[in-house]
C-alpha cells in the first residue's frame, strides 16, 4: 500500500497543541463553452497550510468521475510520468496539480491501478483508484506550494458537458513547522453550467437543464390523485390491483389514510375480495414475495 507519512483525526485536528479544522474543498467556474464547463477545485484551510499529496488507499478511495467525458487538450501524453495531466497545456485542459500550476513541482507515484486511471483520464473517462496499493499526486519536497488564492491551494481543474461527482484526500499540514495529518473522503459535486430544475413535477421546472442543481421548487400541497395497476394474479386467478397515492412533492408524505362523516373511506368490488386466512388489514408478510403480500388484500 502506497502511503505517505501522516496523522489524522475527524472533525478538528489537534496538532502540537493546536486546534487546526480539517479543510474542506471549493469550486469555481473559470470558463464555458462548446468542450463544457470548466471548473476550478481548490482545498480551503487556515491561512498559511501547505498541501503535500493528492492520494488514494484501500481505505479510502480517489475518485473522479463525469456523466459525460471530460475534455483533454490534443497532444498532452500519457506518457508517464504523466506530465500532460498534471501541468495545463490550454486554458480548457483538465489536470491534477497542488497549488498553480505555473509554479507547482508535482510528481505521480503508484501501483497498476493508478496507472491505468491515470490514461483512462487522459483518454477523457474518469479518474478511479480503489485498490490497495493506491498512489498519489505530491509536492516534490524542497518545491515551493506555489500561488495561493487567499487560503486556497488549487488541486485540480475539470472540463465536461456532464456533472462531475470528486472524491479525494488530501494530506496537508497546517503550517510548515507542523506534523502532516489526512483529511480523507472529501466530497465535491461540479455542475454544468446549464444546470437547473430537471423535475417536471416542479413549479420552476427547466426542460433545457442538463443536470439537476437542487434548485427545484414545489406547490404547498402536491397531492396529484390515486391511481392503480394490476400487479399479477392470486392463485386462484383473480387480479391483484394495487391503489398508489401520487403526490408531486418529493418533500410531502401520506400520513394517514381516513374516512369520517364528511369524507367517506369506501372500497367495494363486484366480486369477493382474496383473503387468506392468516392475514389482515396490513399486510402481514414476512417478506415482498410472501402470498400475505402479492395476495391477500
Known amino acids: 500500500m502506497f502511503r505517505l507519512t501522516c496523522l489524522f483525526a475527524a472533525g478538528f485536528l489537534f496538532v502540537t497543541g493546536a486546534c487546526f479544522s480539517q479543510g474542506t474543498l471549493t469550486s469555481e467556474v473559470i470558463s464555458t463553452g462548446p468542450e463544457g464547463t470548466t471548473h476550478r477545485l481548490y482545498f480551503?484551510?487556515?491561512?498559511?497550510?501547505?498541501?503535500?499529496?493528492?492520494?488514494?488507499?484501500?481505505?479510502?478511495?480517489?475518485?473522479?468521475?463525469?456523466?459525460?467525458?471530460?475534455?483533454?487538450?490534443p497532444g498532452i501524453g500519457p506518457t508517464l510520468p504523466v506530465n500532460g495531466l498534471l501541468y495545463p497545456g490550454s486554458d480548457l485542459d483538465s489536470w491534477f496539480t497542488i497549488g498553480?500550476?505555473?509554479?507547482?513541482?508535482?510528481?505521480?507515484?503508484?501501483?497498476?491501478?493508478?496507472?491505468?486511471?491515470?490514461?483512462?483520464?487522459?483518454?477523457?473517462?474518469?479518474?478511479?483508484?480503489?485498490?490497495?496499493?493506491?498512489?498519489?499526486?505530491?509536492l516534490t519536497p524542497g518545491s515551493g506550494q506555489g500561488v495561493l488564492t487567499g487560503s486556497s491551494i488549487l488541486l485540480g481543474q475539470f472540463t465536461s458537458t456532464g456533472s462531475i461527482s470528486i472524491e479525494l484526500n488530501v494530506q496537508w499540514r497546517p503550517s510548515s513547522d507542523d506534523e502532516a495529518i489526512e483529511s480523507t473522503g472529501l466530497l465535491e459535486l461540479l455542475l454544468p453550467d446549464d444546470a437547473g430544475c430537471t423535475d417536471s413535477n416542479a413549479t420552476n421546472y427547466d426542460n433545457s437543464a442538463s443536470a439537476d442543481d437542487g434548485s427545484c421548487e414545489y406547490?404547498?400541497?402536491?397531492?396529484?390523485?390515486?391511481d392503480w395497476e394490476q400487479v399479477g394474479l392470486s392463485n386462484g386467478g383473480f387480479p391483484v390491483y394495487r391503489v398508489w397515492a401520487y403526490l408531486n412533492n418529493p418533500n410531502e408524505q401520506v400520513v394517514s389514510v381516513y374516512g369520517d362523516e364528511d369524507a367517506a373511506l369506501s372500497i367495494?368490488?363486484?366480486?369477493?375480495f382474496v383473503q387468506i386466512e392468516e392475514g389482515g388489514v396490513l399486510p402481514l408478510g414476512d417478506s415482498d414475495q410472501d402470498d400475505l403480500v402479492t395476495q391477500d388484500s
Open 44 to 73: 480551503e484551510a487556515d491561512s498559511g497550510a501547505e498541501v503535500l499529496s493528492i492520494f488514494a488507499s484501500g481505505e479510502h478511495p480517489l475518485a473522479v468521475v463525469s456523466t459525460e467525458s471530460f475534455y483533454q487538450a
Open 100 to 138: 498553480e500550476a505555473t509554479t507547482a513541482s508535482v510528481s505521480t507515484i503508484g501501483g497498476g491501478e493508478w496507472n491505468e486511471a491515470l490514461l483512462s483520464f487522459e483518454d477523457g473517462n474518469g479518474f478511479v483508484c480503489v485498490g490497495n496499493f493506491g498512489g498519489a499526486f505530491y
Open 219 to 226: 406547490s404547498s400541497n402536491g397531492f396529484a390523485g390515486l
Open 268 to 272: 367495494s368490488s363486484t366480486a369477493p
